[in-house]
C-alpha cells in the first residue's frame, strides 16, 4: 500500500513537472511569435510610411515641375503672343517690311518654345529611342555656351522605362541648374553598369557652391527626391571655383 501511495505520488509530481514545462514552454513560444508579430508591423509601418514619404516627395516634384511649366508658359509663351498680338493690331505691321520681319521671326520662336516646354513634359522620343539617344538629343538642344560630353563606358543595361525617365530627369535638372547657376563651360555625363548597380558621375566645371545652403533650393532637392524614389545612393561633392560632382548609384531591379 505505502509502494503505491509513492507511485501515485511520483506520478503526481512528474505530471506536475510535464505541465509545468509544457505552460512554460507555451509561454516561451507564445512571447517568441508576439515579439516577430511586433517586428512585423513594425516593420510594415516602416514600409508604410516609406509609400507615404515616397508619395509626397512625387507630389512635390509634380509641383514644382508644373510651376515651372506655368513659369515657361506665361514668360516665354505668354510674352510673345502679347508682342505678336500688338504687332498684329497694328495696322501698318504689313506694309512694313522690318515690321513684318519682326512679326515672322516670333512665329519659330514660339514654335522653339512650346516643342521645349513639350519635351520637359515627357520626352515624346523616350519609349522609342531610350535613355542613351534621348540623352544624346538633350546634349544636341542646348545652348552653345555649354561643351556636353556624355561618356558611356559600358554597354547600357536594359531598364524599366520609369527607372530610365527618372534617371532623365535627374540628368536634365543637373544640366539645367549649370546653365542656370554654374557659369560653367564644360560639363559630363559618365554612365558605366557595375552589376548588380548603375554608376553614373555628373560633373561641371564652374563656380562651385556650398551644397547645404543650395540644396534647400529646388533644384537640387528635386533631384535628391528623385533619387530617393529610386532607392539610390548619392554623394555630392563642391569645392568653390572648382565646379561640382554628383556620384550616383542605382541597384538594379
Not at 94 to 119: A, C, F
Not at 175 to 180: A, D, F, G, I, Q
Not at 216 to 243: Q, Y
Amino acid at each position: 500500500m505505502e509502494e503505491i501511495t509513492i507511485n501515485i505520488s511520483f506520478l503526481i509530481i512528474i505530471v506536475i513537472v510535464i505541465t509545468i514545462v509544457v505552460t512554460f514552454s507555451l509561454l516561451v513560444y507564445l512571447t517568441f511569435m508576439r515579439r516577430i508579430m511586433k517586428e512585423k508591423n513594425i516593420q510594415f509601418q516602416k514600409d508604410l510610411n516609406h509609400q507615404k514619404e515616397l508619395l509626397q516627395q512625387n507630389i512635390i516634384i509634380q509641383e514644382s515641375e508644373r510651376e515651372r511649366i506655368a513659369t515657361l508658359l506665361h514668360d516665354d509663351i505668354g510674352n510673345k503672343l502679347n508682342i505678336l498680338s500688338v504687332w498684329l493690331n497694328n495696322k501698318d505691321t504689313w506694309n512694313n517690311e522690318k515690321s513684318k520681319n519682326i512679326v515672322l521671326g516670333q512665329i519659330p520662336k514660339l514654335i522653339d518654345v512650346t516643342r521645349n516646354i513639350s519635351h520637359s513634359l515627357y520626352p515624346v522620343n523616350f519609349k522609342q529611342f531610350g535613355l542613351i539617344l534621348t540623352i544624346e538629343e538633350l546634349i544636341n538642344n542646348i545652348e552653345n555656351s555649354l561643351s556636353v560630353k556624355l561618356n558611356l563606358l559600358t554597354e547600357y543595361p536594359q531598364n524599366d522605362i520609369s527607372l530610365d525617365l527618372q534617371i532623365y530627369r535627374v540628368i536634365q535638372e543637373f544640366l539645367s541648374n549649370v546653365l542656370k547657376h554654374s557659369k560653367a563651360t564644360e560639363m559630363q555625363i559618365i554612365i558605366k553598369d557595375r552589376n548588380p548597380f548603375l554608376q553614373i558621375i555628373l560633373i561641371d566645371n564652374g563656380i562651385g557652391f556650398d551644397i547645404e545652403k543650395v540644396k534647400k533650393g529646388m533644384g537640387l532637392k528635386n533631384i535628391d527626391l528623385r533619387l530617393e524614389s529610386i532607392n539610390a545612393k548619392t554623394k555630392w561633392k563642391s569645392f568653390k571655383s572648382k565646379g561640382s560632382r554628383l556620384i550616383i548609384i542605382i541597384p538594379k531591379k
